[in-house]
């Protein structure tokens, strides 16, 4: 897939961009540079090969650090509200903005 000048264009109006035709060629060289190396990444055969866990996996072996997903601090409720304007049954309350 490649883009043409008049698609450059029309992506420069509806994304509301004014471009001098100069800076429509570098955007033009550029999108079609990003579309030539999706294309070179789909003619990639990936059938079988299982997804990575992480990117590092590929040239070393990697042990994920992760932590029991468990709560840990205590629930300060009272004391973090205690300078809050207004609460009202545990929630802040706030001026409404939008009428």
């Not at 540079?33 to 072996?61: K, Y």
């Not at 809050?84 to 929630?91: D, F, I, K, S, T």
């Amino acid at each position: 897939m490649s883009l043409t000048p008049q698609d450059i264009g029309r992506i420069a109006h509806l994304a509301r961009l004014e471009l001098s035709p100069a800076e429509s060629e570098r955007m033009l060289s550029q999108l079609n540079g990003f579309f030539d190396i999706v294309e070179r990444m789909r003619a990639v055969d990936t059938a079988g090969i299982q997804p990575l866990s992480h990117p590092v996996e590929a040239v070393q072996a990697v042990a994920l650090r992760l932590r029991d997903d468990v709560a840990s601090e205590p629930n300060d409720r009272e004391a973090n509200q205690r300078s809050a304007p207004a609460v009202e049954r545990g929630l802040f309350l706030v001026p409404k903005v939008i009428e």
